[in-house]
């Protein structure tokens, strides 16, 4: 991780905010019909697992989704969320800034340890440093000093600007 006076740049689990941190939470979806509510509770292990969980819900594959929740390495997950057949990347991504904020929302309510780090990082810019990611991250790593200037930046933050959100409800 890589903090300055005014951005935290992170990537991979060794901070609570990636998705891959071992960060175990309980995630409760309300599904809601005109004739009443059923609540789910699901305990995650990681952000990445119930994003690839949603991800499998929303294209109707609840078997993969299943195969979300048994495997908990989030790399593994991430793999079964990439092979959904017949995904389509703009009809996702509508959705997909909505879902990453829910979860994250309950994974930061519900894990303590990942609260006060949220929490701690004051109002600094909370920016994912993936060299591989030009949605969520920025398209840089964390050691390239191009990071600095957002001008420079090849991705959106999506996941930072999620986070971003998340902290500003719970403080």
Same mark, same amino acid.
Not at 24 to 51: M, R
Not at 100 to 110: A, H
């Given at each position: 991780? +890589?903090?300055?006076?005014?951005?935290?740049?992170?990537?991979? *689990?060794?901070?609570?905010? !990636? $998705?891959?941190?071992?960060?175990?939470?309980?995630?409760?979806?309300?599904?809601?019909? /005109?004739? #009443? #509510? $059923?609540?789910?509770?699901?305990?995650?292990? =990681? !952000?990445?697992?119930?994003?690839?969980?949603?991800? =499998?819900? /929303?294209?109707?594959?609840p078997e993969m989704a299943m195969q979300c929740i048994e495997e908990t390495n989030p790399t593994k997950v991430k793999k079964i969320g990439r092979s959904i057949p017949? /995904?389509?990347?703009?009809?996702? $991504?509508? /959705?997909?800034? #909505?879902?990453?904020?829910?979860?994250?929302?309950?994974?930061?309510?519900? $894990? %303590? %340890?990942?609260?006060?780090?949220?929490?701690? !990082?004051? @109002?600094? &810019?909370?920016? %994912?440093?993936?060299?591989?990611?030009?949605?969520? *991250?920025?398209?840089?790593?964390?050691? @390239? #000093?191009?990071?600095?200037?957002? %001008?420079?930046?090849?991705?959106?933050? +999506?996941?930072?600007? &999620?986070?971003?959100? &998340? +902290?500003?409800?719970?403080?």
């Amino acid at each position: 991780m +890589r903090i300055t006076d005014t951005h935290i740049y992170f990537f991979s *689990g060794n901070s609570k905010f !990636s $998705n891959f941190a071992i960060t175990p939470f309980t995630y409760v979806i309300v599904k809601t019909s /005109f004739l #009443d #509510d $059923n609540t789910i509770t699901i305990k995650f292990q =990681c !952000s990445e697992q119930a994003y690839m969980y949603e991800k =499998c819900m /929303f294209f109707n594959q609840p078997e993969m989704a299943m195969q979300c929740i048994e495997e908990t390495n989030p790399t593994k997950v991430k793999k079964i969320g990439r092979s959904i057949p017949n /995904f389509e990347q703009d009809k996702w $991504n509508k /959705f997909s800034f #909505d879902v990453m904020y829910k979860i994250c929302l309950q994974k930061f309510q519900g $894990n %303590e %340890e990942a609260k006060k780090e949220l929490i701690d !990082s004051g @109002d600094k &810019v909370l920016v %994912e440093a993936s060299p591989y990611d030009k949605i969520w *991250g920025v398209g840089l790593s964390e050691l @390239d #000093d191009r990071i600095l200037q957002e %001008e420079y930046w090849e991705g959106e933050n +999506r996941l930072g600007k &999620v986070l971003m959100k &998340v +902290r500003n409800k719970i403080k």
